[in-house]
């Protein structure tokens, strides 16, 4: 029977899904991967057994992997100059067919260098007030499809020269009223020189060049049945984390995306998939959260133990924080996922620094926290299922798929 593995992150992201996707590829042989949320502002890190190192934006995490396909969803977005960056630091890492194992969904909406400009002066615009953003551009143009439909500019699009022209004119002239909107502000240096990119009618000349140099191969929303019938076990890769959740999340601080597992679900409703389908969220031993925005169990004691190899304060996203493991926030977001069947739990390796871990079991910040301390990964495990009233199923102390082992829980209980 065919089988469906649907990962998510249950964090603020940056919780090692594209690592676990890498990693369970190789375990069950799937040959595809389909992303069904966010878009270029996805990093998901995934590292080789031979060292070799890939941040995954728009191509899916087991795309190291010979054969492995990656499909792009209706529900993600994609910026085609991205795609072009990123095949090109595949191909230095020997991927050299990243483009012929790719489809996009003619349904994608394309994030134009208006959107991502006009991203970044808003929040550059916000001061000390800001939301938290990557900078890509992925709020807007949800925004502009949310309020605009078809006028935006889709993957379909991009078949016709003339249809492509006239979209971006509109979303230009859309982004430059935005724009003036803002009023004054001190500018940066980069600041004016995204504001100028807005108003240069050159540049839709320019983006329907560098889009004709994109290989894509985009089809109809029909093509994901095709897909997923030629494959015994998929791997529907998430973006982000539930407690970022555009539903789900705490507003202003979080995305215009889905990070449940319910466009998944829509999608395998969609094909009338009829297999097996196992939901696998993912979990670091301790929480981390990338820029602005509420994060409870905060401890900049953390920084200097637990050092990062992939994340850092640079970017546009702002300071990386790191902070204890969460079980209220983690059951939340468990809760409002839908549910998930075992956890992957991730940076056991944390112990060799941490020596003792803390679990936050309840409280607020305004009353005080409760926290249960932790001397071994078992006993940090066993907290977490009994806690979480999940299995963890899967257990990871480094950066490659060698370092993932499964695990067989002593006692599972269903969430």
Same mark, same amino acid.
């Given at each position: ?20 996707? @890498? ?17 270029? *502002?996805? %990093?998901?890190?995934?590292? /080789? ?6 941040? !995954?934006? *728009? ?24 795609? &072009? ?48 953003? /990557?900078?890509?551009?992925?709020? +807007? %143009?949800?925004?502009? *499809?949310?309020?605009?439909? =078809? ?18 004119? !509109? ?18 240096? $980069? ?44 791997? !529907?890769?998430?973006? *982000? ?16 995306? =889905? /990070?449940?597992?319910?466009?998944? @679900?829509?999608?395998?409703? $969609? ?6 389908? +196992? ?19 905060? =401890? ?5 133990? &637990? ?41 056991? @390796? ?23 301390? /932790? ?5 940090? #495990? ?18 490659? %798929? ?5 695990? #067989? ?7």
């Amino acid at each position: 029977m065919n089988k469906a593995l649907i990962v998510i992150g249950l964090g603020f992201g940056d919780e090692s899904k594209g690592a676990t996707t @890498d990693a369970l590829a190789r375990r069950h042989d799937a040959k595809l991967i389909i992303r069904f949320n966010g878009g270029p *502002q996805t %990093a998901h890190n995934v590292v /080789c057994s031979d060292g070799r190192h890939h941040t !995954f934006a *728009q191509f899916g995490s087991a795309s190291f992997i010979p054969g492995v396909r990656t499909h792009l969803s209706r529900f993600t977005l994609i910026n085609p100059m991205n795609m &072009l960056r990123e095949e090109a630091h595949l191909r230095e890492v020997g991927v050299t067919d990243a483009f012929d194992r790719l489809t996009v969904d003619e349904g994608c909406v394309v994030i134009t260098p208006f959107q991502r400009s006009l991203n970044r002066l808003v929040e550059w615009s916000r001061g000390s007030k800001a939301h938290g953003s /990557c900078g890509q551009g992925v709020g +807007q %143009a949800r925004s502009d *499809q949310i309020e605009c439909g =078809d006028k935006v500019l889709y993957a379909g699009d991009l078949r016709d020269e003339a249809t492509v022209k006239a979209k971006l004119k !509109f979303v230009q002239k859309r982004m430059q009223d935005k724009a003036l909107e803002l009023g004054d502000f001190h500018y940066g240096k $980069e600041a004016a020189h995204v504001f100028a990119d807005i108003f240069d009618d050159n540049v839709i000349d320019w983006c329907w060049r560098e889009y004709s140099k994109v290989p894509l191969k985009i089809v109809s929303s029909d093509y994901l049945k095709l897909l997923v019938e030629r494959n015994r076990n998929v791997i !529907f890769e998430g973006a *982000q984390g539930v407690l970022l959740d555009e539903k789900y999340g705490t507003a202003p601080h979080n995305t215009w995306t =889905d /990070c449940t597992c319910r466009n998944a @679900d829509t999608l395998l409703k $969609e094909i009338g998939f009829d297999g097996t389908v +196992q939901r696998i969220g993912v979990l670091r031993t301790y929480f981390t959260r990338h820029g602005a925005g509420p994060f409870e169990t905060e =401890d900049w004691r953390l920084t200097a133990l &637990l050092p990062e190899l992939h994340n850092d304060n640079n970017g546009f996203q702002g300071t990386f924080r790191r902070g204890h493991f969460d079980a209220v926030q983690a059951r939340y977001a468990v809760n409002v996922s839908g549910g998930v069947n075992e956890i992957a739990l991730t940076h056991l @390796d944390a112990f060799d620094r941490l020596k003792l871990a803390q679990i936050r079991v309840a409280g607020s910040r305004v009353l005080g926290h409760e926290y249960v301390s /932790c001397a071994s990964p078992l006993e940090f #495990v066993q907290h977490v299922e009994l806690l979480l009233r999940v299995p963890v199923t899967i257990l990871s102390s480094g950066p490659t %798929a060698e370092h993932r082992t499964e695990r #067989v829980p002593e006692v599972s209980e269903a969430a």
